[in-house]
């Protein structure tokens, strides 16, 4: 539980700095999910059963999931780690590279899941769950946030500068969520495509979340659930091996 | 006690090797000196030590436990001041002590507090944000983080570069008082006349290998003579020559000419009457010693 201590570290920051997280954290997603869903949703038929609303607010409250862990791991992490120096006095104290591995990666899914426990509070407040069954997508998001995170740190890691980032947001995290099905049901897309998707964590989140919200259980969890599990993992691995390269070669 | 042992350390980095078969034993309770150049190899010799920096070759033991592979229970006893300062800038004085506690798995350290603000200068500051604080009042604060857990030993890489004098003697004072409190210090630095007041013992290394070992006082007394008389001016060339046959070591650098002799007498006696020639007359210092054995070719 040495990591604990890291993760408590950035939780204190995060209390100081908590008006602008929740703003630039929520603001962002909400606008988008009320302009976006009420607006093009007007024009709508109901897509699998469901409003637009209720379609897009399953694939918001998981893309902002995502987002939230990605900017975490990869912007605040470098900075903490690249620009003020934080890990390297951490590693002063009997703590290793793997516990600040660790304390970001939980950190960065905890932070990610309150993202996503607010829409899914967005949610219910405008009635748009069906069930409380909904309360299910609160483990997932968590789930989603940890798949992310994982992955975010090995860029993390990796990176030399602050644009190494830009590469991993363009050419991965947006067309990801283009082909997840949070705008549209990634069924539709040509098969290759849709395999993409499928072989990518975003998908298997909005897999898992939509159902909930219109008060069914969604079908092969266990599928969705090993996938987000396995970059969580192998992810996590991958980001130590590297943190260790970087700071003890 | 031995606090620290090396043996046969090495490190490499690409096609250089920073760190060449290196032997280095620091005795409890005593102020030990690292002293070297720019890219002797000091720093990465203090992260191989502390087990940051995994060796390529050789032997570590800190404080009774082998690094790198128990260095984590090992660092729980030592505190670390690096060479720039990493203070967390999110949190308050008081707070940036608090958090690293926690990575000791310390808890509370109300009771600690006061005292290790009074001990960096800091009572009533404790409130105050990083950013607000000067450079000196950081190296302190630094200094005071390293002592949350109460180390047995401290390391500190050039723990006073960048600081002015005042700062850089406040922070003397207090790394003399904890060698009176018995605890042991290894430091890296550039200043010799900081390595001359504070350290019992200072280790000079250039490329990646102790060249020289003792008291200051001792490599002196090894290494060089015990007058220097330092002369510039006009027709510095003409008592140049003069200068040889009555000191055993004449150097030039630059418009500037260094004697090094054991019996003064007779070089002052050379610099009589020649007015248009300026000269300052000195016991010979670490420094010399250290021109000495890394020469005075520019590292950078």
Sequence with gaps: MRWSSIWLRNFLVWRKLFVASVLTNLADPLIMLLGLGYGLGALLPSIAGMSYLQFFAAGTLCSATMMTASFESMFSGFSRMHGQKTWDAILYAPIVIDDIVAGEVVWAASKAWLSGATILAVVAVFGLAASPIVILALPFAFLVGLAFASVGLIMTVLAKNWDFFSFYMTLVMTPMTMISGVFFPAEQLPRPVLAVAQALPLYHGVELVRPLVVGRLPGQIGVHVTVLVAYAAVGYAIAIYFARRRFSA | ?300
Excluded at chain 2, 164 to 193: S, Y
């Design chain 2, 1 to 300: 006690m031995i606090v620290l042992r090396a043996r046969a350390l090495r490190k490499r980095y690409g096609e250089l090797e920073v760190v060449s078969g290196l032997d280095l034993d620091v005795q409890a309770g005593e102020c030990f000196g690292l002293l070297g150049p720019n890219g002797a190899g000091k720093t990465t010799t203090l992260r191989l030590c502390l087990g940051l920096t995994d060796p390529d070759g050789g032997d570590i033991e800190l404080l009774g436990e082998p690094v790198p592979s128990r260095a984590r229970e090992a660092r729980a006893r030592v505190g670390v001041v690096p060479q720039f300062d990493n203070l967390d800038p999110d949190f308050t004085v008081a707070e940036n002590l608090q958090v690293f506690a926690r990575y000791f798995s310390l808890g509370s350290i109300d009771t600690k507090l006061p005292q290790l603000l009074e001990f960096a200068g800091l009572a009533g500051r404790e409130d105050a944000r990083i950013t607000a604080l000067s450079g000196g009042m950081k190296r302190r604060l630094t200094l005071a983080r390293a002592l949350i857990n109460d180390p047995r030993l401290l390391v500190l890489d050039e723990p006073t570069t960048g600081l002015d004098p005042q700062a850089r003697h406040l922070i003397w004072e207090r790394l003399r008082r904890l060698t009176q409190e018995g605890k042991t210090l290894v430091l890296t630095t550039h200043f010799m006349e900081e390595a001359e007041r504070l350290c019992h013992r200072v280790a000079i290394m250039d490329h990646g290998r102790l060249i020289a070992i003792g008291s200051p006082r001792d490599l002196i007394a090894q290494h060089t003579e015990p007058h220097v008389v330092e002369v510039h001016g006009n027709g510095v060339d003409a008592w140049l020559s003069r200068a040889r046959g009555v000191a055993p070591r004449v150097e030039r650098v630059g418009d500037t000419v260094f004697a090094y002799a054991s019996e003064v007498a007779p070089v002052l006696a050379t610099l009589e009457g020649r007015r248009e020639l300026s000269y300052l007359h000195r016991p010979a210092s670490l420094e010399d010693v250290f021109l000495k054995l890394t020469g005075r070719d520019l590292r950078d």
